[in-house]
């Protein structure tokens, strides 16, 4: 069965400060995907990433940078200078590829405070 | 263009009476989730759809809640009878090619069962 542990239940850094978002996922697949989601207070889910289990070359995208180890099953979120509106939970997520079971299984958030 | 559209956005209701919520997926997707919320299960796929027939109900709860997808545009999630347990924030998404594909969420409905 699919898994995705966030262990950091909640994080607060100081404007400015840069921050990771920890992500250990469990799958019994070969072939799977990695997605990154944001909910700020407003409470819609927004994308930000998806990495498939082939690829494990590091991503940026401006201040966000994500890196994925298959070796150590973690596919963690590191956002650069943060900013107040950064503040929100991350939701890391998993799919299986194929095989009748792609369901995307969400870990259960990281609620990040930026203080200004 | 518009996103996913869910309403109502807020339902307060009372024990035992049927809540129907609705969703209208972003035009050409072919798949519609249904995720709930709550703070003791975090988000929690219930089914989804492809093409309009659904393929996977095994997250939906009980007996009690159905889905529906009579076309395109437009999907359901009733619950009768409801109960305190229910409330919860109810999202759809919707993704062009499947669930290995970023997925479009709607802004939720938020529910309380009194």
């Known amino acids: 069965a699919q898994k995705v542990t966030q262990a950091q239940t909640e994080i607060s850094v100081v404007e400015k400060e840069d921050v990771t978002l920890d992500c250990v996922y469990e799958?019994?697949?070969?072939?799977?995907?990695l997605f990154w989601y944001k909910q700020p207070p407003s409470g819609e889910l927004v994308f930000l990433i998806r990495r498939n289990s082939f690829d494990e070359q590091n991503e940026i995208s401006g201040r966000y940078s994500w890196n994925f180890q298959k070796s150590t099953s973690s596919f963690n979120f590191t956002i650069t200078a943060s900013q107040v509106v950064d503040s929100a939970v991350y939701f890391c997520?998993?799919?299986?590829?194929?095989?009748?079971?792609?369901?995307?299984?969400f870990g259960t958030g990281t609620r990040l405070t930026i203080i200004p | 263009d518009a996103g996913v559209i869910q309403s109502p956005r807020h339902e307060v209701t009372e024990m035992g009476q049927e809540v129907t919520l609705r969703c209208k997926p972003i035009s050409g997707h072919d798949y519609l989730f249904w995720y709930r919320q709550t703070m003791m299960r975090g988000l929690e796929l219930l089914i989804y759809f492809n093409n309009n027939v659904p393929i996977d109900d095994s997250g939906m709860p009980e007996d009690r809640f159905s889905a529906k997808m009579p076309n395109a545009s437009f999907s359901t999630l009733k619950i009768q009878p409801s109960e305190p347990r229910d409330s919860a924030v109810y999202f759809c998404a919707s993704s062009l090619v499947g669930l290995n594909n970023e997925q479009f969420f709607g802004p939720g409905t938020r529910l309380t069962v009194l």
């Open positions: 997520a998993l799919s299986e590829a194929g095989g009748g079971n792609e369901k995307l299984t």
């Open positions: 799958t019994r697949d070969t072939t799977y995907y």
